[in-house]
C-alpha cells in the first residue's frame, strides 16, 4: 500500500539541517558508511522524516486549525522541525540526544495543550468559533412539524455547522422585530 503525500509539509529539510547541523544529519543519513550522502539516503529524511513530522502535527493540530493555515505559522515550522530531528536522530534505533529529546518532549507538551484549548497558535484562526453560538427562535404554528425557527436578521450569524430551521418570513422582513 503507498502512502499518499501529505499536501501540506511544515518544515523542509533546510530546517532540520539548522537544528541539527549540516554534519549532524549527514551521520544520521549515511547508512552505508561511505561519507557521502546519496540522493536515496537523502529521501530519508525528506520523505519519511519530515512527512511523519508532518502528520504527527495534523494528529494534534488539525483537530483546531486548517492546515493551510498551520503551514503559515513559525511555531508550527518549529513544532514539526523538533519532531522531524528527533525521528532522524532514532531512526535506527538509536537514543536522541537529550537536548533534541527534551525539544521534542516540549514541542508535544505544547501541541497536547493547543489540542485541548489551554494554548492557542498564535497568528492563526482557529476552525471553528471559540464561544458559542446563540439563536433567537420563535415559535410558528403553521409549520406542521418543526415549529422552532430561527430568526437570523436578529441572530448570531456565525455558520452553525449543522442544519437550523430558519423562520424565512422573518428572513423576508415580513414579521416585525
Do not use: H
Not at 52 to 76: D, F, G
Not at 136 to 142: A, E
Amino acid at each position: 500500500m503507498a502512502l499518499t503525500t501529505p499536501a501540506y509539509v511544515y518544515c523542509v529539510e533546510a530546517d532540520v539541517n539548522d537544528l541539527l547541523s549540516q554534519e549532524g544529519v549527514e551521520l544520521r543519513l549515511d547508512d552505508d558508511s561511505t561519507g557521502a550522502i546519496s540522493t536515496t539516503e537523502r529521501q530519508v529524511l525528506t520523505v519519511k522524516g519530515i512527512y511523519w513530522a508532518t502528520s504527527r502535527v495534523n494528529l494534534y493540530l488539525v483537530p483546531r486549525y486548517e492546515a493551510s493555515q498551520l503551514a503559515t505559522s513559525y511555531i508550527v515550522n518549529e513544532w514539526c522541525t523538533r519532531f522531524a530531528a528527533r525521528w532522524l536522530c532514532s531512526r535506527r534505533g538509536n537514543s536522541p540526544p537529550a537536548s533534541i529529546e527534551d525539544l521534542y518532549q516540549e514541542a508535544k507538551e505544547e501541541m497536547a495543550d493547543v489540542l485541548a484549548g489551554k494554548m492557542q497558535v498564535p497568528d492563526i484562526g482557529a476552525r471553528s468559533p471559540e464561544w458559542p453560538l446563540w439563536s433567537n427562535i420563535r415559535f410558528d404554528d403553521s409549520y406542521g412539524v418543526r415549529k422552532l425557527r430561527v430568526e437570523r436578521p436578529i441572530s448570531e450569524r456565525t455558520q452553525a455547522g449543522y442544519q437550523q430551521n430558519i423562520d424565512w418570513p422573518a428572513e423576508a422582513g415580513f414579521w416585525e422585530i
